[in-house]
């Protein structure tokens, strides 16, 4: 019996607080258009028994998203942008863990502590800073007037540089600290050892070290990705208009259009394209722990 209730509370809260909601989801994706409250029918009645419910739900939503090159241009150009905000995000970010990974001993907590300093501020607080440094009358385009490199203020804010800026600042600590941990659980004679079979540092570095640091940077590259595939804040208040991500076409859907079952459709189809490195990123996690054991 303790068994079973150690193994069942997992399962009791994934149930509770995804299977639930997707199975609502779902059959709301699987539903029509209404002016009523909710928005959408059919509605269960017990008068008229199941089987008439589920006759009335149709795929003619997710028909709609393919038909529509609005949807899928979204979410291609989601996968672009959270693609590339990743890679950006892993070449500030390795670095950085490397520098704390070999910053002397009394140093990494205090690195540590900077690290995880912005989440003490709200998100949103952040975000909108943001738009006082890349404004056209913003903090970076006066410092880059006062000392000559550009002439006139740079077009940033509305733009999907902004973007990118804003995901690689957002999720940063995300990729260092994975990054971190695999590269401080690192034996360093490792590195003695190849420098002394005639390796260069450069050399121990991208034949020992990254190898060595795989398992950080594939749950630091989930870690960003995942999210950054569904952002909304970060496109809405610095994106321009050309900016097209998922999340901006789902909560549009959701609270201006007011159509929930295609809103309902582009978040499934989104929940299962994220499935995939969901996935993914978990078995890493088991295949790290597993080498640990």
């Known amino acids: 019996m303790r068994r079973f209730l150690l193994i069942a509370i997992p399962y009791v809260w994934l149930a509770a607080l995804f299977l639930v909601p997707f199975a609502i989801v779902l059959k709301i994706s699987l539903s029509d258009a209404a002016i009523a409250r909710p928005p959408y029918v059919p509605q269960f009645d017990w008068a008229e028994g199941i089987w008439a419910f589920l006759s009335e739900l149709d795929f003619e939503n997710f028909t709609f998203l393919i038909e529509d090159s609005l ?3 979204s979410y291609v150009s989601s996968l672009q942008i959270a693609t590339t905000s990743t890679v950006m995000t892993l070449l500030v970010g390795y670095p950085i863990a490397y520098g704390m990974a070999r910053a002397p001993e009394e140093w990494r907590p205090t690195l540590m502590m900077l ?3 912005p989440f003490w501020t709200s998100f949103l607080i952040r975000v909108y800073a943001w738009k006082g440094i890349l404004a056209n009358e913003g903090f970076l385009n006066q410092f880059l007037l006062w000392t000559g490199i550009i002439s006139e203020p740079l077009q940033i804010l509305n733009t999907t540089t902004a973007v990118y800026i804003g995901i ?3 999720y940063l600590p995300f990729m260092i600290l994975p990054i971190y941990a695999a590269l401080d659980r690192m ?4 590195i003695e050892a190849a420098e002394d079979l ?13 190898p060595l640091s795989k398992s950080g940077i594939t749950a630091g590259c989930f870690l960003v990705f995942i999210p950054a595939m569904g952002e909304f804040v970060i496109p809405s208040l610095l994106g321009g208009s050309d900016t097209l991500m998922i999340g901006k076409v789902l909560w549009e859907e959701f609270f201006s259009n007011r159509d929930w079952p ?21 078995r890493n996690q088991q295949k790290e722990q597993e080498a640990d054991q």
């Open 115 to 117: 690290v995880i300093l």
């Open 168 to 170: 690689v600042y957002t």
């Open 198 to 210: 005639g390796c260069s540092r450069m050399s121990a570095f991208w034949l020992v070290t990254v």
């Open 262 to 282: 295609v809103a309902s459709a582009v978040a499934v189809i989104l929940l299962l394209i994220l499935v995939v490195p969901i996935v993914l990123f978990q």
């Open 187 to 190: 034996d360093d004679s490792l």
């Open 71 to 73: 949807y899928w241009k």
